[in-house]
C-alpha cells in the first residue's frame, strides 16, 4: 500500500539574534533566542567541506574527513577543538567514518577501495588489515549496534560485511550481491545487530539479512521476516520517484525504515503495517542524510542548509513540521535614489535584494547524525557541511525557540 503526501514547506516566523563568540577556526559560536543561549553550538574547521564525521563515546573527540585522504581527530579543549591526530593510511578520498562507542574503534573507507579498523595502541591510532575483495571505491562504512561487525557499500554493486577472523588476525568479508544493480550509496543497522538496510542509485531501498553465522547466534523473527540466511532480501522499496536514495535509517524499534533520495522526498515503510510506503515531497531542495531521533519523529538535511522536522502520525502519514533553523528576519531600511537606479539596471528591480545565506550552515549539510541520546530519545543531533562546520543542536533548546515545535 502507497500513500503520497504534498506539503507546503511552512515558516514559523521568530526573531532571533546571534552572537560570535570568537572569529577564529575551531570556534564556537552560540545562537540566542529569548532567554534561551544554548540552542546550537557552531564549531569551524576551515573553509574546506566536511565530507563526514563521527563522535566518540563521551562526545569529547571527533573524526572527521575534510574531502581528501586524511582523517583527522580533535580532542574538545574548552570552547575549541584541537587535532591531536591524523589517519593518513587512504590513498584517496575518506568516504565513511564510524566511531565505535563501546570498543573505541574507528572504522574508514574510502575511494581507494579499502577500509580500516584503527585502535589505540601504545597512545598511537594503529590500523588493521580489512579484507574487503572489491575493484571499485567503498563508499560508506557502518558499525552493527554490537560492534562484531560492519558494513561497506561500495561501486562494485556489492556490500561486504566484515567480522574479525581470529585465527589470521585480520577483518574479512562476505559479500551481498543481488538484487543490487548500482552503487551502494548508504546503510544502516537494524537494532537486532541481524538486518541490514541499504540505498542505491538505481532508486531502490532494500532490507536484507546480515547474518554472520560464524560471530552470532540465530536471529529471532522480526516483522520484516522470519528466515534470514545470509544476503537474503527481506524488503524492496521504491517510491515512485527518479532519485538516488542518499540515506537510509531504521527506526529505534526497527519496525520501520525512513530514506531520502534526490527527488526531494522522505520515505518511510512500516514493516509493522504490511510495509505500507507514505512518502512526503515539498518546494524543499534534496536531501543528503536523515536520522531517526524519536520512534515518530526524523530529522532531514541536504541542499536546503536547514535541518528539518517530520513526523509521521498514528495512521502512518508522513508530515513535514518545521525547519529546525530560522533566520531572523532582515528590517527593510531606506534606500538612496542613486542605489534604487543601480537595483533596476542590474536586477530590474528597484528594491534591495541580498544573496547571502541567513541559515547556520552557508553551503550543503553533508551528514545528520545522533550526538547526544538514542534515536529513541535524541536530545542532541549534530550536522556537517560543504562550509566547513560541524553544528551541534539542542532539541529543547529548539523546543523553546520555535514557535509549536514539539518532539512526538
Known sequence: MKEVLFFEDIQHAKKSTTTCVSPRNFSIYFSVSGKNKTMTEKHSFGVTA???HAWNSSRSEIALSQNDSIVRIYKKSGNKFDETASLTEHGQQVTGIEWACKSNRIV???ADRNAYVWEVVDGKWKPSLVILRINRAATTV???PLENKFAVGSSARVISVCYFDEENNWWVSKHIKKPIRSTITCLDWHPNNYLLAAGSSDFKARVFSAYVKEVEGKPAATPWGTKMPFQALMAEFSNGGGGWVHSVSFSPSGDKLAWVGHDSSVSVADAANGNKLSV?????LPFIGITWVTENSMVAAGYDCCPKLFTQDNGGNVTFISDLDIP?????GTISAMNRFKNLDKKASAKETSTDVR???Q????QVTIHTGTKADCTK???SGVDGQVIIWDFKSLEKSISGLRIA
Do not use: A, D, P, Q
Open 108 to 110: 574508514t573507507c574510502g
Open 50 to 52: 566536511v565530507s563526514c
Open 280 to 284: 512526503v515531497k515539498g518546494n524543499f
Open 381 to 383: 543531533f549534530s550536522t
Open 142 to 144: 557502518r558499525w552493527s
Open 359 to 361: 541559515t547556520l550552515h
Open 328 to 332: 531572523k528576519e532582515k528590517e527593510e
Open 363 to 366: 553551503n550543503t549539510i553533508t
